[in-house]
């Protein structure tokens, strides 16, 4: 059974600051991997997807790379903003068409 | 495009009460999907449909939950009878294909607490 972890559980960084959000999984054989952003009292939002095939994906000021053979995900946010606040979490799909979640990164970015 | 739409966005009910969310995925999305989210466990997958047909329910708790997709616009869940420990957050999502290809788009979930 597949099973997700991240790391740190919070992070509370100053704004301008690089930061970097770790996630771990138990099965190599995953189908792709996908960071969500989650505000409080509302819906995930999808930033990035990386099929299996593919080391890393960017978009604006985030990168995600992934290592299947090692079962790990990281997170890049670059020049952090307050509002980038949220929770983070990454979603590990399978062949039978799920995602399993890991249980989030709370990140505070202070003005 | 309104993005997932749930209905309601809070409920609140005694225990031994019918329950039933609503949602409405993206037009042209073809698989749906229900999650609960709660302090202790995480984001949980309770059912997903591909096509309006039910293909995996085996996140469903237990039989006091159901869910339908009667067509490719709405989806139900219903609780009955609710208990206290049903108090979490149900979220619906919906994507182009089902598979682990595509996003998820997520709604913005029912805030359910159970008295």
Redesign the interface.
């Given at each position: 059974k597949q099973e997700v972890t991240q790391i740190p559980a919070a992070l509370s960084v100053p704004e301008g600051e690089n930061l970097v959000l770790n996630c771990s999984f138990t099965d190599s054989a995953i189908?792709?991997l996908?960071w969500?952003r989650q505000d409080p009292g509302?819906?995930?939002?999808?930033l990035l997807?990386i099929?299996s095939s593919q080391r890393e994906q960017t978009s604006g000021r985030l990168n995600a790379s992934l290592d299947k053979s090692s079962g790990r995900s990281t997170l890049y946010i670059a020049a952090s903003q307050p509002g980038d606040s949220a929770t983070y979490?990454c979603?590990v799909?399978?062949?039978?068409?799920?995602?399993v979640?890991?249980?989030?990164t709370r990140l505070s970015v202070l003005p | 495009d309104a993005g997932?739409i749930q209905s309601p966005r809070h409920e609140v009910t005694e225990m031994g009460q019918e329950v039933t969310l609503r949602c409405k995925p993206i037009s042209g999305h073809n698989?749906l999907f229900w999650y609960r989210q709660t302090m202790m466990r995480?984001?949980e997958?309770l059912i997903?449909f591909?096509n309006n047909v039910p293909?995996?329910d085996s996140g469903m708790p237990e039989d006091r939950f159901s869910a339908k997709m009667p067509n490719a616009s709405f989806s139900t869940l219903k609780i009955q009878p609710s208990e206290p420990r049903d108090s979490a957050v149900y979220?619906c999502?919906s994507s182009r294909s089902?598979?682990?290809?595509e996003?998820?788009?997520?709604?913005?979930?029912t805030q359910l607490s159970v008295l």
């Amino acid at each position: 059974k597949q099973e997700v972890t991240q790391i740190p559980a919070a992070l509370s960084v100053p704004e301008g600051e690089n930061l970097v959000l770790n996630c771990s999984f138990t099965d190599s054989a995953i189908y792709n991997l996908q960071w969500f952003r989650q505000d409080p009292g509302k819906g995930l939002t999808s930033l990035l997807l990386i099929q299996s095939s593919q080391r890393e994906q960017t978009s604006g000021r985030l990168n995600a790379s992934l290592d299947k053979s090692s079962g790990r995900s990281t997170l890049y946010i670059a020049a952090s903003q307050p509002g980038d606040s949220a929770t983070y979490l990454c979603a590990v799909g399978d062949y039978g068409q799920n995602f399993v979640f890991g249980p989030g990164t709370r990140l505070s970015v202070l003005p | 495009d309104a993005g997932v739409i749930q209905s309601p966005r809070h409920e609140v009910t005694e225990m031994g009460q019918e329950v039933t969310l609503r949602c409405k995925p993206i037009s042209g999305h073809n698989s749906l999907f229900w999650y609960r989210q709660t302090m202790m466990r995480g984001l949980e997958l309770l059912i997903y449909f591909n096509n309006n047909v039910p293909i995996d329910d085996s996140g469903m708790p237990e039989d006091r939950f159901s869910a339908k997709m009667p067509n490719a616009s709405f989806s139900t869940l219903k609780i009955q009878p609710s208990e206290p420990r049903d108090s979490a957050v149900y979220f619906c999502a919906s994507s182009r294909s089902g598979g682990s290809n595509e996003k998820l788009f997520f709604g913005s979930g029912t805030q359910l607490s159970v008295l």
